[in-house]
């Protein structure tokens, strides 16, 4: 029988409401894989979320670089192109189409300008946040 779960959104919770959510789910890992995506529903179509993923092209400090340039946990300009390789296959494990695009996007013109789907930006905010470098979440179980 599924437990109900208050699940936050912990990185940029302020004084509003909006990173907390009830779930329905029968364990705390459940219930936080449920946040996330319903997390990355809204959080994915954000100007600055967005940008973040734009700008890894162009942009080495807070973009997706900084997740894509990591040598054991830690940015790094130092990388070798199978480590940049390995955190791009690890960022869009199991989206082979998804991985393309950005490695077209990244590799391709200069002034050519992203045309990501919605889906797309979803995934690697889910992915992002299972990676804990967008946003973490914690869950605790409500009893009624």
């Known amino acids: 029988m599924s437990k109900v779960w208050l699940v936050a959104e912990t990185d940029f919770i302020e004084d509003g409401l909006d990173g907390v959510m009830v779930i329905k789910a029968d364990t705390e890992e459940e219930a936080i894989e449920k946040g996330i995506r319903r997390?990355?529903?809204v959080d994915s179509k954000r100007?600055?979320?967005?940008e973040y993923v734009n700008e890894g092209k162009d942009c080495p400090a807070f973009s997706i670089n900084e997740t894509l340039y990591?040598?054991?946990r830690k940015h790094s300009y130092e990388i070798t192109r199978e480590q940049y390789?390995?955190?791009v296959n690890k960022l869009f494990a199991g989206n082979e189409i998804f991985k393309k695009q950005y490695l077209d996007y990244v590799n391709g013109r200069e002034n050519q300008n992203p045309n990501f789907s919605d889906e797309f930006y979803e995934f690697v905010c889910i992915?992002?946040?299972e990676l804990h470098e967008w946003a973490d979440f914690e869950a605790r179980?409500?009893?009624l």
């Open 85 to 87: 390789m390995d955190n």
């Open 127 to 129: 992915r992002l946040c």
């Open 141 to 143: 179980e409500i009893e």
């Open 47 to 50: 100007e600055n979320f967005r």
């Open 39 to 41: 997390f990355a529903e």
């Open 70 to 72: 990591q040598v054991d």
